[in-house]
């Protein structure tokens, strides 16, 4: 079984200043995590992927991921927001050739 | 990168109409498609998995006579809406996985469709 959290529905940020999105998961066995970013009217687009490597995971626009096992956790941070950032962003768990679990959405607010 | 091309990405018609929706993996192979729904300010749910030259696999509570999946070749997937009502008008997202790269791939996902059923 497989579940995922994302702790914040709604994020505000001023622009250039850091983003922390959190996302918190469970998964009985060792899993595969990504964070997808939605902007309106719009399908997913990956931003990075954690599958077993390294823990400190690089991604698209300057954001990144680290997957901490003792905390069960894979937050998503970008040290500057920039206006374009601001989207729906989803957390989502997985393994193997399984369907995937989405986390319920972080709506991302960038303040001018 | 990988790329899924989804169309229409509107489509507005009348009660009663059948929808045709399709989802091509433009650069890769994908053996599995996936179909969800989306409803406004929510997250994505899945309706089926799209296993080509098999029948699809639906989630609890999706109707299979009503919602239609064909996935005849390794880059294509329909979902065709039978007889649409306007409970049916919503976001239909497909997404993809390239087979050939082994286990633990991620979903590569269309541009969605928003079909509104008047």
């Known amino acids: 079984a497989q579940s995922v959290t994302q702790l914040d529905s709604h994020v505000s940020v001023s622009e250039g200043t850091p983003v922390l999105l959190r996302c918190n998961y469970s998964?009985?066995?060792?899993?595969?995590l990504f964070w997808y970013v939605q902007h309106p009217n719009k399908g997913l687009q990956l931003l990075l992927k954690y599958t077993s490597a390294a823990t400190l995971v690089k991604g698209i626009n300057g954001f990144e991921a680290e997957f901490k096992k003792s905390e069960t956790s894979f937050h998503l941070t970008k040290p500057s927001a920039h206006m374009s950032d601001a989207a729906e962003y989803f957390c989502?768990?997985?393994?193997?050739?399984?369907?995937?679990?989405f986390g319920t959405g972080t709506k991302l607010q960038v303040i001018p | 990168g990988a790329v899924v091309s989804q169309h229409p990405s509107r489509v507005i018609c009348k009660s009663g109409t059948s929808v045709k929706i399709e989802c091509r993996s433009l650069?890769?192979?994908?053996?599995?498609m996936f179909w969800y729904r989306q409803f406004p300010k929510q997250s994505l749910m899945l309706m089926a998995t799209s296993n080509e030259g098999s029948k699809a696999t639906y989630e609890q509570g999706v109707e299979k006579d009503k919602f239609l999946i064909n996935h005849a070749s390794l880059t294509l997937s329909t979902l065709t809406v039978t007889s649409a009502h306007p409970e049916d008008s919503s976001f239909y997202i497909c997404?993809?996985?390239?087979?050939?790269?082994?286990?633990?791939?991620?979903?590569?996902f269309g541009d969605g469709t928003r079909l509104s059923i008047l």
């Open positions: 997404s993809a996985r390239d087979g050939g790269s082994g286990a633990n791939q991620p979903q590569h």
């Open positions: 998964s009985s066995y060792s899993p595969s």
């Open positions: 989502v768990v997985g393994r193997g050739y399984q369907k995937v679990t």
């Open positions: 650069d890769f192979q994908a053996t599995t």
